[in-house]
């Protein structure tokens, strides 16, 4: 998929910086008994988040987050919350694991990624891999837990 | 005099120039581990090439001698800390020397309403513990407030002991702020009060002397691997007349005096009886050479060589205008701090990118958090072969710590 904007170093940078300094879906909603929601620290790090979802007609009308966090899970947690936003399941668990691949230097479809492309070389620093995916796991796990309660 | 340049001929990490990220690695996490010298790695294998046995009351050469080997650890352990061999046990390492006090001496001697005093520096593994005593016995754990810079202080321990206080438990540096604590006044007020004194030296034994009688503490636990010694063994260390009054919490081979098939047992005299089952025999050959490399050294000049690298970090830092230091007046060699405006791990992961090893994080004293006013820092620890371009190399990486997504662009 070739992009109309070559994706530079530089502009990764400045997806990364803009969305850790002004993070847009960073706050506790309001409505909390809307929201489907999960927990995810980890032993290896300070990040510390919540994740909220809400759905209607499985469609998401809007994903949240809140807690403590590093510049990488700040920016990767705030992102996935601009994609996941009008999304069906399917489509959100397509792109979730599409992340999961480039994350992982395995083969992925680029085209649904859009600012998420910016943690393309998160692998440099293996160690940091579970802070640019802990809000993502956490929706991915949110998103699957609905699916189960659909079924049921 | 130390020559870390001369000093690190003896490490393999250092002579085989591993790399990381591509680049000469800068080891700042002793706090955390130490880097091996050749006697101890050649000790390991000695063991494991040559010398492979158990030991107890084996009736051929190689057990004998292996019984000798555990004999001869004992005694410099007990040579290092100046006490009895027969005082020493062998552990997994600093949280198993706290788990056995905890279970073996807490749960038995502790009752409802009792007290169990901590201070809010506390590592997880002496803190943790210590709630399970509680928990089963019914005492209560609770932290005598550090003084605003951080200290462990007497005044607030009387404050806060009472009679009701049965354990005192303390370390002797911090693996954070890296102050050293008044241990010998400390255990005196346990004692005016009828408390133990447990003194958790993970910290404070590979950097400096430790005298265990002066200090007059109950109990002492530490690691072999931070002090040069392989993961998986460590020591406590009690007073004989409280390791008799210990019960232990392992039961099995090689600690049991007699046993019969109605369920009784009678258990060996210290310190056997805390040591059940095959011990980790490589790993106390390895700490032997650990300790003796130490002392072949010096742990004066250890410590007074890491005291003057402490002052020349807290300089150099000071110095980039970008670090905030937590602890700049605490005397181990341990300089805890952030990059203006960088989140920590964002920081330790640039370092990282710069071949710099140093630690991010609450460093296992979650609660100390509460006091620094900050979710995290970084962690910056030296040991005798530290040298001060290893520190240069961090300060110049500090200074330009404001670029840390170069970790993952550059």
């Keep these: 998929m070739p992009s109309s904007i070559e994706l530079t170093p530089q502009i990764m940078r400045e997806i990364i910086m803009d969305h850790y300094s002004s993070p847009r879906h960073k706050m506790t909603p309001k409505d909390a008994a809307d929201y489907s929601t999960t927990h995810s620290a980890s032993v290896n790090c300070i990040d510390d988040i919540n994740v909220y979802l809400k759905s209607k007609d499985g469609v998401v009308t809007d994903a949240l987050w809140d807690g403590t966090a590093c510049a990488i899970s700040t920016a990767s947690t705030d992102i996935i919350c601009d994609l996941l936003l009008g999304k069906k399941d399917e489509e959100a668990l397509y792109i979730i694991e599409q992340y999961h691949h480039m994350i992982h230097e395995e083969p992925y479809d680029s085209s649904v990624l859009e600012e998420a492309l910016a943690f393309m070389n998160t692998s440099k620093q293996a160690a940091r891999i579970h802070c640019a995916t802990i809000g993502w796991d956490a929706f991915e796990s949110i998103i699957k837990e609905g699916h189960c309660h659909e079924r049921g | ?410």
């Design chain 2, 1 to 410: 005099m130390i020559d870390p340049l001369l000093i690190r001929k003896d490490f393999p990490m250092y002579r085989d120039h591993v790399e990381m990220q591509g680049k000469p690695l800068i080891w700042l996490d002793n706090a955390s581990t130490t880097f091996k010298p050749d006697c101890v790695i050649e000790a390991i294998e000695r063991y494991y090439k040559k010398e492979t046995s158990n030991s107890h009351r084996g009736d051929y050469d190689l057990c004998y001698q292996m019984d000798q080997e555990v004999m001869k650890t004992r005694k410099a352990v007990a040579n290092l800390i100046h006490c009895k061999p027969e005082e020493v046990v062998f552990t997994s390492g600093t949280t198993e020397g706290v788990n056995l006090i905890s279970f073996g001496w807490a749960m038995e001697h502790l009752k409802k309403g009792d007290e169990i005093l901590l201070n809010e520096a506390e590592h997880a593994s002496n803190v943790l513990p210590w709630y399970k005593a509680a928990k089963v016995t019914g005492a209560v754990v609770k932290f005598v407030p550090l003084t605003e810079e951080g200290r462990v202080s007497v005044e607030n321990l009387k404050a806060a002991i009472s009679n009701k206080t049965k354990i005192v438990a303390c370390a002797h540096v911090t693996n954070v702020l890296g102050y050293i604590a008044p241990i010998k006044e400390l255990a005196k007020v346990a004692h005016e009060h009828g408390a133990i004194f447990v003194m958790d030296g993970a910290q404070s034994v590979p950097h400096m002397k430790i005298d265990v009688k002066d200090l007059d503490v109950d109990f002492l636990v530490f690691s072999g691997h931070k002090m040069c010694g392989p993961t998986g063994i460590g020591v406590l260390y009690g007073k004989y007349s409280r390791l008799e009054e210990t019960q232990p919490y392992m039961s099995g081979g090689g600690m049991n005096d007699k046993f019969n098939m109605c369920g009784e047992a009678t258990f060996l005299e210290p310190p056997a009886r805390f040591e059940a089952g095959t011990q980790h025999l490589a790993g106390i050959i390895g700490l032997r050479a650990a300790i003796e490399y130490l002392q072949s050294i010096g742990l004066e000049e250890i410590n007074k060589y890491e005291e003057e690298l402490k002052a020349y970090a807290v300089k150099k830092l000071e110095e980039t205008g970008n670090a905030i230091i937590y602890n700049a007046k605490s005397e181990a060699g341990i300089v805890t701090f952030n990059i203006k405006d960088v989140f920590a791990q964002d920081g330790a992961t640039y370092l990282n990118s710069r071949g710099i090893a140093c630690r991010s994080g609450q460093h296992c004293a979650k609660i100390l958090n509460d006091f620094l006013k900050t979710p995290a820092t970084i962690r910056a620890s030296f040991y005798f072969y530290t040298t001060k371009d290893d520190i240069d190399a961090l300060a110049d990486a500090v200074k330009n710590g404001g670029n840390y997504l170069d970790a993952f662009f550059n």
